[in-house]
């Protein structure tokens, strides 16, 4: 077996694959330290590709993939290989099938999809039993898009679903060939559990034929952790791990408290690592907290006991002026939490200890978070500053203790204290800061 690998990233984009500049991007991640990036199966911008070629009238034809879209993949693949990078591929970028995009992605929904009748030279509506046109975003549970619903047990649309595996197919073609792939069935989808079941049952098979080892997960459109769908997830033997990245809607210790429902939900079954693929934060103004809350929403989840945390996407696009809208990406503020995440891995293995309230004493709600392995090693993080005790008074002998500055990623303070006693915990300014206090001279 191998050893546990805790993935922290971020990218300035979704569907990295279709980034020119994505070599120096990759390399600007691993250089603070970065080993994470997501990647939507997505044709959402101007400049990106799409995966089928045309016909001299501009219709698609599903028979005929389009290289370039494939190789940009494979290049993607390769590249972060090299770089010891894990790469999250989401199979169906949910947003690229409904209402028509936006300036900022003028490529994206039904209107414009290969997949839609008025749009290839493959099917019919009357042949395929597709819509040729939808007029509304991603529905409220369950949804009603036909697209989602070819499969046998369902409506039957066996011509469009031999389109969707040999799509599926192809994507697979490339990534059997790379071991650092995660893979999730979809980006915040609504549709029935059963879509995604059928996705992940259909990868398996074909690793299972071809003896590649693969790790599966979906992604619901719901905020609340508490909701029976996250459970389906963690429930199905189809599934290695969860994707909650829609809880970083969430702020404050309410995000926190939900990680957490989850984390101790799935010690009571099959282990599943919780994964954070899109971690909000930007000038958004639904965001409540803005920047500060995005770096707050990656400790948060670190501290919670996830497996992995990607700052979510920070492009800019004609209607929006801000460059940190969404997430913080792979900007300064990013760089600085992601480099010093990596001190801290360097130092501790936070899978090695646990979530807990307990030895924090005199906290204020949402100003400090525990990681904890009683016989040797706290970790306590402060959201913006702050003091609180630190409960040794059944512990004996010296620990030393010492601040990492998340925001100027340094070490600061290092000293020694005695057990037995409840210790003192001042933040040496305002701001992120984690204190790691272990046994030792």
């Known amino acids: 077996m191998g050893e546990p690998l805790m993935l922290i990233g971020g990218t300035d984009s979704d569907n990295i694959f279709q980034l020119q500049y994505i070599e120096e991007h990759l390399d600007d991640l691993v250089a603070n330290g970065g080993n994470y990036v997501r990647n939507t199966m997505a044709w959402s911008r101007e400049e990106d590709v799409w995966p089928y070629l045309r016909n001299d009238e501009g219709l698609f034809d599903l028979e005929q993939f389009n290289p370039e879209f494939f190789d940009r993949l494979e290049r993607l693949l390769k590249l972060a290989y090299d770089r010891d990078i894990i790469v999250q591929v989401e199979i169906w970028a949910t947003w690229n099938y409904y209402m028509e995009g936006d300036e900022g992605y003028p490529k994206r929904g039904w209107n414009l999809s290969p997949f839609n009748p008025l749009n290839n030279v493959n099917y019919t509506t009357d042949e395929s039993g597709m819509p040729t046109e939808i007029n509304y975003s991603k529905s409220e549970y369950p949804g009603e898009h036909t697209f989602f619903y070819t499969r046998s047990e369902e409506l039957d649309l066996e011509v469009v679903r031999e389109y969707q595996e040999a799509f599926v197919n192809k994507i697979l073609d490339i990534t059997f060939q790379y071991p650092n792939v995660l893979y999730c069935m979809n980006n915040e989808v609504n549709e029935a559990h059963s879509w995604g079941q059928y996705w992940a049952q259909f990868i398996l098979g074909r690793a299972a034929e071809e003896g590649v080892s693969v790790q599966t997960s979906d992604m619901f459109d719901l905020n609340a952790l508490t909701h029976p769908r996250h459970r389906e997830i963690l429930n199905d033997p189809v599934y290695t791990f969860i994707d909650i990245s829609q809880n970083n809607f969430h702020t404050g210790e309410v995000h926190y408290e939900l990680v957490r429902y989850l984390y101790e939900y799935s010690r009571s079954g099959p282990l599943k690592p919780l994964n954070n693929t899109k971690v909000y934060g930007g000038v958004w103004t639904y965001d409540e907290g803005g920047e500060d809350e995005g770096v707050a929403r990656f400790m948060r989840n670190l501290f919670a006991g996830s497996a992995s945390m990607r700052f979510h996407r920070r492009e800019s696009s004609p209607y929006i002026e801000q460059r940190n809208y969404y997430g913080l990406g792979l900007g300064d503020d990013a760089k600085s939490v992601i480099k010093s995440t990596r001190m801290l891995l360097d130092e501790v293995k936070p899978w090695e200890l646990s979530p807990t309230y307990n030895y924090v004493l005199a906290r204020y709600r949402n ?75």
Do not use: C
């Open 367 to 441: 100003e400090a978070y525990a990681l904890v392995n009683p016989e040797d090693t706290y970790l306590v993080y402060f959201t913006n500053g702050g003091n609180a005790e630190l409960d040794l008074r059944m512990e004996t002998g010296a620990y030393r203790v010492k601040w990492l500055d998340i925001m100027n990623s340094v070490w600061i303070d290092e000293h020694q204290v005695e057990a037995g006693n409840l210790v003192e915990l001042d933040t040496p300014d305002d701001g992120h800061w984690v204190a790691v206090i272990q046994r030792g001279d």
